[in-house]
T-cell receptor, first 115, second 111 residues
Framework: AQSVSQHNHHVILSEAASLELGCNYSYGGTVNLFWYVQYPGQHLQLLLKYFSGDPLVKGIKGFEAEFIKSKFSFNLRKPSVQWSDTAEYFCAVNARGGATNKLIFGTGTLLAVQP | NAGVTQTPKFQVLKTGQSMTLQCAQDMNHEYMSWYRQDPGMGLRLIHYSVGAGITDQGEVPNGYNVSRSTTEDFPLRLLSAAPSQTSVYFC??????????FGSGTRLTVV
């Protein structure tokens, strides 16, 4: 069964600092990978997704993520964070093919950006 | 607007009461699922369905029932609510392109 680990549970940054949130998954087969963001009091929104092709994926609001297959990682990055990026970020993996189609989430990383 | 609609947005139940959380989507998605979100635990899959008439258990199915009689609807039933079921519940659906769409959530408190 697939699983997802997010090692940073709580990150505090100042505005304009660079961001990297770690995500590792455990699954031996082919996967689809996602990053979701949840702003305070809101539901999840898709930041970006990787299905195949270029392992560097660009998403909304200046976020990007790099899929490194050999490391089973899909880290999220942003060169310069803003106060409005304060939110909780979730990495998720979906095993491609098969009968289950389950989307499994990591435990989330709470990002606080100080002005 | 197309999307996933969840009702109610808020609910308070007494221990032992039953209720149904509603989820409907109008995108003709075959796959639908229910998650619960708890602090520090991320989103955990409760039940999911790959099409009308087909459901299966996720990571934390105990205490919850589902059915899928139509493509559009995927209700989640709590037969006898317990305080441990206090959580925020999200419904999600997915189309062929593996893009998941989430509802706005139901905040449930069991006292």
């Amino acid at each position: 069964a697939q699983s997802v680990s997010q090692h940073n549970h709580h990150v505090i940054l100042s505005e304009a600092a660079s961001l990297e949130l770690g995500c590792n998954y455990s699954y031996g087969g082919t996967v689809n990978l996602f990053w979701y963001v949840q702003y305070p009091g809101q539901h999840l929104q898709l930041l970006l997704k990787y299905f195949s092709g270029d392992p560097l994926v660009k998403g909304i609001k200046g976020f990007e993520a790099e899929f490194i297959k050999s490391k089973f990682s899909f880290n999220l990055r942003k060169p310069s964070v803003q106060w409005s990026d304060t939110a909780e970020y979730f990495c998720a993996v979906n095993a491609r093919g098969g009968a289950t189609n389950k989307l499994i989430f990591g435990t989330g990383t709470l990002l606080a950006v100080q002005p | 607007n197309a999307g996933v609609t969840q009702t109610p947005k808020f609910q308070v139940l007494k221990t032992g009461q039953s209720m149904t959380l509603q989820c409907a989507q109008d995108m003709n998605h075959e796959y639908m699922s229910w998650y619960r979100q708890d602090p520090g635990m991320g989103l955990r899959l409760i039940h999911y369905s790959v099409g009308a008439g087909i459901t299966d258990q996720g990571e934390v199915p105990n205490g919850y029932n589902v059915s899928r009689s139509t493509t559009e609807d995927f209700p989640l039933r709590l037969l006898s609510a317990a305080p441990s079921q206090t959580s925020v519940y999200f419904c999600a659906s997915r189309g062929l392109t593996y893009g998941y769409t989430f509802g706005s959530g139901t905040r449930l408190t069991v006292v």
